[in-house]
């Protein structure tokens, strides 16, 4: 593995003022770069002895940089800063190294390479580890705020490391292998693992456990035990027989199971039967019970569990009743409390986050009682001026399936007979929408938009029944479910029959655009950003650049066959379709976007364009893509609220 060169590194010593007061609530509504800006305080971790915390940050105008604070002064320190690009996450080593991501380099500099690095707690001792992970992003992709975790690049294990290594996946020929990386020599070792192993587990002690691995036609979970691997489990993939192996504490395996049933929960793996046990440690009896362990000195103490909104169930006394104190103190908002894994202080990490909250970093001292913020996502958004009501619903499909939804009211309205977007998700194989801030729902809402998220049939955490029925229906009973949606909130009295619009990113824009073919009568205009226009073309790009799609070359099972599909990919291509797409449009495309081509955006134009004289079409040309990405979302949700006032009206 080739180390980096360096980047141009920017003041690594330098302090800069990290947190900063909220503006006071007021009638004036927020402006649109309040919303899209970089988040200027997000992702923090705490050290495993508890006294120090790490952060992203950013002040307007700068790329993300990597902080750390030391708790007992309470003071701030870059660590790295870039001024070619953005450190996309931070993670504990040790007590005394923290290891780093640098994603979305601006292309006009050749000789700068994103990737992996590390550096010590006194900004010493810095190294360039591993080639780019993340090179660019959608032109107008959104900034990671708190809300349901999001797994990191590098494997890491059930709590933060415990050395100077760190687990690395390495793709080689399209294979995936397991690794070691010393992040202070760059020297990679192989590790000792199952042939063809995919998916691995690391135990507490920073030690690999656990394996999946083919095993002809099935999946092999693999458990290493007195130096041998034996098998322990097979099973069926993309089947109703899930598991998944989560955590190794205490000398017992977690694994996240069906069990013969429809959705998903926590259970005892015993390795002596080679069998889940009967009984879950968590379940849910209307969603999967799918989340991250919680574990300090290799206890298991909780598991967060995303539902209807992100919580802690926690199996330890102690974290139960300090979550229930920490949430007396701040009743309004989510709560996601953690202490370092072998703590000597009494510092606890809070990240307090709701839909009207982008996101309050705090540390709570549990001697002194004393919450401290040492930072904010969005310091210009105050939760007063957001909508005051995102709540979970579920609506009828046609067919009778059930929809999870969520639904968001503008503040000061009676919740009636209201201007009305339908947001489809980017990624329908997941979970699109949560009880968090999401800048664009608040963003329309602050307009006086009602917005309603559905998650159609084929999102995961809903069960394998939702998740099944969603197989190869792009344009079929998914497109239906948004239609529903629609009708759903007529006859509730929520939309205003007349002035609905459909919108959405990705996948979502396709879905856009295919509400304006299949329900005419329905949506009175779309709007598409980065949005899929032809299923066929997707398959002569790459599906693989789709983030978090785990899916890889699994899409013929999601989303169709193009050798044996081709007449389903042709009723339900907007592409093919665009000569009955006669509502106003707007479509918004990167030139240079690696996951749908500018290009497509503009095959899709020039194919609308003759017939709709309301169609309209941005180009974010490559020398603004990755460099600018706050000014690009500004530009493109200033011009969205221009759209919506001139199609469906101004509230």
Known sequence: MRPLRPLRLLGAAASVLLALPALAASAVRPPVEAFFQNAQFSRAGISPNGRHVTALVALPGLRKAVAVFDLASMTPKILARYGDGDVGQAFWLNDKRIAYTVVNIDPLYRDSTAGLYAIDLDGKASRGLAPALVNQRSFAQAEDLPGPDMEPDVLRGSSPQVSDNMFVIVDIDGDKQLGTLNSRTGLQSDVRAPYRSFSWLIDYGNALRVAVAPDGPLHAMHFLADGDWRKVATFAPATDAILVPRAYVGKTLYVQANNGGDRIGLFRYNLERA??????????????????????????????????????????????????????????????????????????????????????????????????????????????????STDFKRYKARDGLSIPAYLTLPTGTPGKNLLTIILAGAYPWKRNAAWAFDPAVQFLASRGYAVIQPETRGARGFGAAHFKAGLRQWGLAMQDDLADSARWAIAEGIADPKRICIAGTVYGGYAAMMGLIKDPELFKCGISWAGIVDIKLMFKHRWQEFPESGYGDKFKVLVGDPDKDQAQFNATSPLQGAKRITAPVLLAYGDKDVEVPGKHGRLLYEAIKPGNAAAEFMLFDRKEQPHSLEKNRAELWSRIEQFLERHIGKP
Do not use: C, H
């Not at 999967?288 to 802690?312: C, H, Q, W, Y």
């Not at 307090?352 to 002194?368: C, F, K, Q, V």
């Open 275 to 388: 069998a889940v046990d009967a009984a879950p440690l968590i379940a849910s009896p209307d969603f999967d019970v799918e989340g991250k362990p919680v574990i300090e000195a290799d206890r298991l103490m909780g598991f967060r569990v995303n539902t209807d909104a992100e919580s802690t169930v926690w199996f330890d006394p102690d974290m139960k009743a300090l979550q229930a104190e920490i949430d007396v103190k701040l009743p309004a908002t989510l709560n996601r409390i953690t202490r370092g894994i072998r703590s000597e202080t009494p510092f606890v990490l809070i990240e307090a986050y709701s839909p009207t909250t982008p996101g309050d970093t705090l540390i709570y001292n549990r001697d002194t009682k004393a919450l401290t913020r040492i930072g904010q996502a969005l310091p210009a958004i105050a939760p007063a001026q957001m909508a005051a």
